[in-house]
C-alpha cells in the first residue's frame, strides 16, 4: 500500500479552493466550459433584468433570489474544480521544492567546473559525492551509491545506483548518500524528469482526456436541447395564454425561464466533469504513479489483460530451499549439514535459503570459515556448480562438497567413476513437475541428496487474481522459467496464462498478439530492453528504479518500483470512468423531479376556470410544492447545493468494488440512476419547507 | 374494453412476431449477398438494373462516396417528382384531366416522398394525375424505403467490419431491397388487396345516380399497386384523401389487417436482419424487445384513453373520425402502429382522437421513429439511442464505452447528438415559431391547446418522416409548404449523414475482445437503460411542450371546456 | 461526378421498373382475376351504376336506413373528415345536432342512441352502420311507410341476415352496409306489393 505522503487534509484546502472560485469567474475561463458557462450567461442576464426591474421599481426580489443561487450554481462548480486542483498542487509544490537550484560538479577534460544544474546539457558528465543533491536526470557511469530519492518518491529509504545494468539512472533534484559517482546527463535542460512531472500534474485540470471531450460533447448537446425547448416554451406559453385569454406574464419571465434552462442543463455533471478528471488523476499520484497523461488512465480502466513478471509480483522475489531429500543410505541431518556448508560463501537468495533451512531444521549454525580452513569454489557457468573445500591444516582437502544442477552434478560425480543414484530419479521429476528445482548435493565419491528449491508465491495473490477475473481481466505471468515450472507457479498463483523462457522480444510479440485479438494490455517493465514492450502496452508503467529508456517508454512511471501496483492502477481507471458514468446518470435523472416542479408551477393558473385560481396543470405538482414562487425557488436551490453535496464525491471516486460489468452496472444503476430520479423528488421538497418555514418566499 | 379487442391485438403482434424474424433472416441473406429462394427468379432483374445503370456491384464505397451516391439519387429523385406534378397536365395517363400542381405544393409534395415522410397537403383524387401518382409517388415509395434500408446496412456493416475503409455498395443495397424485398412483397400485398376490394385500374371516376336520386363519384385508378407499397415502404402517403379510411383504399377488416401488418412487417424484420449482419442475435431480440414494449405501452395508454368517456359530447366510446368496420380497436392499433413506424397512414382521424391518444401518437412521433419506425429508418435511429445509451451507461461500468466491440468516442458520439438533436430542434423550433405566427395561426381549425397539438403534430410528423397529421391544420399554405418541407429534409439527411459518417468511422475501428468486464447489450438491464434513456431524452425535451398540448386539453375535456 | 451518373441512370431504371412495370403488372392481374373488385365494386341497375358496395351514399329520406354523418356529405370530392378535436365547440354543437335528429326521429322508446350516428366517419364514405343503429331506425322507417308489425319483424330480420360478422370471429366490428340495406329494403316492399 502506497505512503500517503502527500494527502494534505481537505479542510486546509477550502480556502484557497474557495478563492480560486471566484478566480475562476472570469469569462475565458469559464467559456472552457460550454454547460457552465450557459449558467454563467444566464446569472448574468438575470442580474440585468433585476437591476432593471429595481430601477422601474418592478417586483425584483424573487429574481433577485434567482440570480443569486444562480451565482452560487457557478461558484460551486469553480469550487469543485478548484478543490481538485488543490490537491494536485500540493505535490506539484512539493516536487518544485526538490528542483530549487542547485550547482552541478561538470566534469571536463579530467577538471571539475562548478556551473548551475541549469546549465547542464546533454552527455554532460558530473561527479556526485556524498551529501551533493544530484544536478540532472542522467545514467552513472562510473561508481556505485546509496541515493536518497525520497524528494521524488517519498520512499525514505535510499536505494542503490551503480554503473551498467538496469540500476543506473539516477533523477535531478535526489541527494547521494554515500560514495562517489559520475554521472551522464541524459536530460536537456528544462525538460528533466522533475520538471516534465510538475507540467503534468499542473496540466492535469488543462488536458480534457478524450473521453471527458466525448462526454463534453453529450453535454452540450442535452445544453442546446434544452435551450431549444426553454426558448421555444415562451412561444407555446404566449399561444397557450391567448388561448386560454388569459395573462400568465407573472411567472413567464425571464429569470424563471433561465431558472428552468439551468435546473435542466446537466449543470450537476457540467460543474463536477473537470473536477471528477483531476481528482482521478490526483488518486494515482497518491499512491504514487504518475501518469503520463490523462489518456493513459482511461485506458488503465480499459485493460483487460495484465501481463505481471513472476519475480516480485506473483511470487516472493526468489527460489527458496524448501526441503531436503537424502539419497539412500545418507541421513536427512548430513545432507543438510553438507549443503549448508556447500552455501556459505553462496550470497544468492537461493545459497542463502539453503543455510537458513538447514538452520531451521536442524538447528545448524552455520559455521564461519577462514580462508585457511576453507576453499569456496564459486558458481561459474562451466562448472555449473559451487561448494567448499574443507582445507587441512597442511592445505590438503580434506571434504569437498559441490552443489549444483542435477545434470551437473550427475556429469562431476560420473567423471570421478561414481554413479548417480537411480533412486533419486523419481524424486527429482516430482520436484521439477511441481515447478521446483532440484539441487543435488555431492561430496567427492558420491551424491548425498537434493535440495528442492521452490518459488514461494505471495500470500493473498490468487485471491486477487481471482478477483481480477471476475472483473473480466486476465493476468499473464511472464518469466525465464522453462515452461514446466512456469505452469507449476502459474497453477499455484492462479493466474491465467504464462509467457515461460520470455525475452523482451517474446514480451513484445505477446502484447501484439493480444492486441490483435483485441485485447487492451497493461505491463510493468524496468530494464532498457523492456522499453519496446512498454510502448506498444496500452498501459506501460516503468518502475522508477528502471532505466531512463524504460521510463521514457512508458506511459506512466511507478515511483515505489512495486510491479503489484498494476492493479490498483487498473483499479483507479475504472472508479475514474465509473465516477463520470455515474454522476453523468444521475444528473440527467435529476431533470425529471425539476420538470415537475417547475412546470406546475409556470402554468399553475393557466386556463383555470374564470382565469384565476390553480388550472388543470396545477395537477402536475405531485410534489405539492407551497407556492409557485417557493417551486422555482426549490429547484434551482437543490440544483445549486447537489453540486456541493456531490464534490467529496467526485474527488473520492464512487465506491469501486471488483465485480463484473453487470454487477457493477446493476448497483450503480440502482445507487445513482434511481437515486438520482427520487433524491430531487426529496430534495426540493425538504427546501420548499424550509424556505417556507423560513419565510425566505411567497 | 371488449374481449374481441385483445384477441385481435394478439392476433396482430402473434403474426408480426411470426413473420418479422423469418423476413429479417431472408433479408439478412439477400443483402450479404448470398443466394435465396427468389434468386433464379429475380436476379435477372437485378443484373439488368447494373447493367443499364452502369453498376459495379462489386466496388466498395467509402461513406463519403456512399453519402454522395444517397444524395444524388434522392435529389434527382426530388427534381423528377417536383416536375412531374408542375406538367402533369399534359401527360398522358391523367383520364380526370387535372391541371398542373402549384410550386408550393409541388415542392412539398417531391420533398414529403423523397424523404420517405409522404406528408400530403393536397387530396389525391382532386390533385395528382394516375401518371404522377404511378410514376412520381410510387417510385419514391419504392427508393426512400429503399433509401432507408440502405442506411441501416450501411451502419451495420461499420459495426461488424474490422478496420475497414468501405461501407459496402449504394447500389446494390438500393436495387437488392428494391428487387427482393420490396418488389415481392408489395405484388402479393397488392393482389391480395384488390381481393379484398382496393381498386386498380387505369379508368376515370364513375359518376353513380344514387338510389335516392343524387349522384355521387367513385375515386379509381391504379390505387392497390401503391397502397400496398406506401404501407410495406413506411410511406403512407395516401392514394385517396382519406387515407386508409376510405372504403377504397381499405375495404374490410382483412385488408386492414394486412395493411396494418404490412406497416411493421419490414421495420421489424430489419431488427433480425441487423442482429445477423452484426452476429449479435441476442442483442436484437432485446432491441425488438425495447420497441415492442414501448408501442404496448403506448398502445394500452391510447386504448384507456379512448374508452374514456369524453363529458363534453356525451358519449361513452369516441367513434368521430372513426370507421364502423374498423371500431375502436382496429382504430387505435393503427394509429398507434402508425406513428410508432414512421408510416403516417391513418384510417381514423388522429386530430379527433382524445387528448392523451393523440398525445401519445404525437410522442411516438417525437420520440424520433424509433420504435420500429421507419424501414431502415426505424433502426438507424434506434441505433443512435443504443450508441448514446451505451456511451452513457457504458461508463457505469468502470471502462470507455464501446458497442459490440467498437470504442464509442469523440467523433460518434459527436454524430449521434447531432443526428438526435436535428429532428427535436426542428419540432421545437418549427412549433414554436408556428404557434405566434398570424400566418400560421390562420391554418388551424382546432383552437385552444387542440390548436397547439396540431401545430406540434404538424412539426413532429414532417422532421419524423411520418407524414400522419392533426389533419384540421390546413397546411396547404405557402408558409406550411416550405417549413414543412425544410422541416422533413431536416430530419431525413441530418440524421442520415451523421449515421453514415459514424457508418464509416466504426468500420475503420478494432474490435476489442469480449470479457465480463464488457458492457454487455443483450441483457434485460441494458433493455430497461435503453428505454430508460430513450423515454428521459424525448420527455426531457417535449415534457413542457406537451403539457401545454395534449395534457392540459386532457384535463380540459376533463372538466367540460370547449373552444 | 460519376455517382450522379449512375445516380440519373439508377432512377430512371427504377422509376420503369417501379413506376410503370409493377403499377400495370398489378393492374393486369386485377383486371384479371378480380374485375369487379379492381374497377370500384360498382352495384348495376341495368347498365347503369347505382353506387359501390363499398363507399356509403346519403339516404336522408325517413323511408331509408340512414349511413353516419359525413363531413363531405357523401358528395363532394375529396371526401375526408372534420378533424375536430375533443374540446372543440363546433365539434359539440354537431354532435348534439347529430343527435337530436336521432332522437327527434321516431323510434322504439328506451333504445339508447347509437354512438355511431352521433359521430361523423373519417372517410365520409362509411358504408356500414352498427347493428344498433340500424335497429334504431327501424320504429321511423316503419312510420314512414307505414309498415304492419309483421313488416317490421321482417325489416329486423333483414338488418339481421345483413349484419356482417367480424371476420374469422375477431376481425374487425359487427356491422350493416346500408346501401345493401336499403336496397333490400326496397326490394322486400316490392315482394309484399
Redesign the interface.
Known sequence: MARRRYTSSNWSLLLPAARDALLKLAPRREIRNPVMFVVYIGAIWTTISVINAFMRDDPWTFACQIALWLWFTVLFANFAEAMAEGRGKAQADSLKRARTQVFGRLLRDGAEIRIPATELKRDDLVVCDAGDVIPADGDVVDGIASVDESAITGESAPVIRESGGDRCAVTGGTKVLSDRIVIRVTSEPGSAFVDRLIALIEGASRQKT??E???G??L??LT???L?????????????GA??QQDISRFVTVPVFIALLVC?APTTIGGLLSAIGIAGIDRLVRCNVLAKSGRAV??A??I?VLLLDKTGTITLGNRMATRFVPAPMYMEQHLAEAAQLASLADETPEGRSIVVLAKDKYDLRAQRLTPSQARFVAFSAQTQMSGVDILESDGSVSLSVRKGSVSAVRAYIESMGNTFPKELEPDILAITESGGTPLAVADETSVLGLVHLKDVVKGGIKERFAEL??????TVMITGDNPLTAAAIAAEAGVDDFLAQATPEAKLARIRLEQS????VAMTGDGTNDAPALAQADVGVAMNTGTQAAREAGNMVDLDSNPTKLIQIVEI???L??T???L??FS??N??AK?FAI?PAL?AT??A?GGWGD???A??NIMHLHSPYSAILSAVIFNALIIVALVPLALRGVA?RAQ???R???R??LI??LGGLIAPFAGIKMIDLVIVAMGWVL | MPSGDLIQILIYFGALAVLAPLLGFYMARVFEGKKTFLHPALSWIETTVYRLGGVDPKAEMRWRQYAWALVWFNLLGFLLVFVLQLVQKWLPLNPQGLGNVPWDLALNTAVSFMTNTNWQSYAGETTMSYGTQMLALTVQNFVSAATGIAVLLALARGVARKTSATIGNFWTDLTRSVVYVLLPLAIVLAVALVGEGVVQNLSPAVTVNTVEGGTQQIPLGPAASQIAIKQLGTNGGGYFNANSAHPLENPTPVSNFLEMLAILLLPAALVFTYGRMVTARRHAWIIAGVMLILLLAGLAGSLIAEYQRNPILGDPVNLEGKETRFGIVNSVLWSVVTTAASNGSVNAMQASLSPLAGGVALFNIMLGEIVFGGVGAGMYGMLLHVL?TV???????????EYL?KK???RE??MV??A??AP??VI??G???A??LPVALASLAN???H??TELLYAYSSAAGNNGSAFAGLNANTPFFSITLALSMLLGRFVVILPCLAIAGSLAAK????K??????TD?T?FAV?LI?TIL?VG???????L???P??EH??M??G?T? | MQSFKTALKVLLVMTVLTGIIYPLMITGVAQLLFPGKANGSLLLRGDQAIGSTLVGQNFSSPRYFWPRPSATNYSAMPFGAGNLGPTSQQLRTLTDARRARMQQSPHEPGRPLPWDMASASGSGLDPDISPEAAQYQVARIAMARSFDSLAVSGVMELIRTHTTAPTFGVLGEPRVNVLALNLALDSLVAERK
Open positions: 478524450p473521453n471531450i466525448a462526454l460533447i453529450v452540450a448537446g442546446i436541447l434544452f431549444l425547448a426553454v426558448a421555444t416554451l415562451k412561444f407555446y406559453a404566449d399561444y397557450s388561448a386560454a435542466l482511461e485506458a480502466g480499459d483487460d477475473r471476475r472483473m473480466g481481466i486476465r485479438g483485441g485485447h487492451l481507471g475504472k472508479q470512468l465509473m463520470r458514468g455515474s453523468t446518470t440527467i435523472a431533470d425529471v420538470y412546470i402554468f393557466l386556463y376556470a388550472g388543470p396543470l395537477a402536475l469501486y463484473g460489468a453487470s457493477l452496472l446493476r450503480n444503476l445513482y440512476g | 448514446l456511451f452513457l451507461a457504458g461508463l457505469m461500468v468502470g471502462r470507455t464505452p466491440g464509442i468516442e469523440a458520439i459527436q447528438i447531432i438526435i438533436l427535436s430542434a421545437l423550433v412549433s414554436g415559431v404557434c405566434v383552437a385552444g391547446p390548436g397547439l478494432k474490435v476489442s475482445a470479457t465480463a468486464g464488457t458492457f454487455e441483457t438491464l437503460l430508460g428521459i420527455a426531457l425535451t417535449f415534457f413542457p411542450a403539457c401545454l398540448g395534457v392540459v384535463f380540459l376533463g372538466l371546456r373552444f
